[in-house]
T-cell receptor, first 113, second 110 residues
């Protein structure tokens, strides 16, 4: 079974630029999560999708972050404009149902200069 | 105060040692307790899952939950160099939204 795929693996941008991350969950998984993991901290949930609907985006900085999951499969997370404090690893995870085990992708490491 | 506190380490032990990793929490609503292992430049992977209080054993790993003290532990017996990783505790009130600790870096020396 293929795991959660993410791209790119690494991205370096200047502050105030925009960036987008892509996630392809495990086939058949209806629930998709985006986490932000700052160096030395645990992952923090940014947004949770159930199929193509948003379940929880309470910790998403909506003035600069946006996410979508069209057709209930792949998802993209966008930051515009980026700030220095957005430097982190962005992890995508998926689960069959909301209360099932979450499987994580390898993450995208973002550096904002 | 953070909802979940975890000593970041690093914790360095010789091969074969018993390792004890711990987390404390403040939210009494947490019912689901998990331990994840994260290798460098990889995503976390689930190691242990416990509901409510008690112990759970899986091979060399034992998870303990003490809800009265708001304290959870992960024990690793006969530690191996391949166990070197960051160990994250995670908790949830409803089994869905996870709150993670900061992670403890473990180094097992051969």
């Amino acid at each position: 079974e293929a795991g959660v795929a993410q791209s790119p693996r690494y991205k370096i941008i200047e502050k105030r630029q925009s960036v987008a991350f892509w996630c392809n969950p495990i086939s058949g998984h209806a629930t998709l999560y985006w986490y932000q993991q700052i160096l030395g901290q645990g992952p923090k949930l940014l947004i949770q999708f159930q199929n193509n609907g948003v379940v929880d985006d309470s910790q998403l900085p909506k003035d600069r972050f946006s996410a979508e999951r069209l057709k209930g499969v792949d998802s993209t997370l966008k930051i515009q404009p980026a700030k220095l404090e957005d430097s982190a690893v962005y992890l995508c995870a998926s689960s069959y149902l909301p209360f099932n085990e979450q499987f994580f992708g390898p993450g995208t490491r973002l550096t904002v200069l | 105060q953070k909802e979940v506190e975890q000593d970041p380490g690093p914790l360095s032990v010789p091969e074969g040692a018993i390792v004890s990793l711990n987390c404390t929490y403040s939210n009494s609503a947490f019912q689901y307790f998990m331990w994840y292992r994260q290798y460098s430049r990889k995503g976390p992977e689930l190691l242990m899952y416990t509901y409510s209080s008690g112990n759970k054993e899986d091979g060399r790993f034992t998870a303990q939950v003490d809800k009265s003290s708001k304290y959870i532990s992960l024990f690793i017996r006969d530690s191996q160099p391949s166990d070197s990783a960051t160990y994250l505790c995670a908790m949830s009130a409803n089994g869905n939204k996870l709150v993670f600790g900061a992670g403890t870096i473990l180094r097992v020396k051969s």
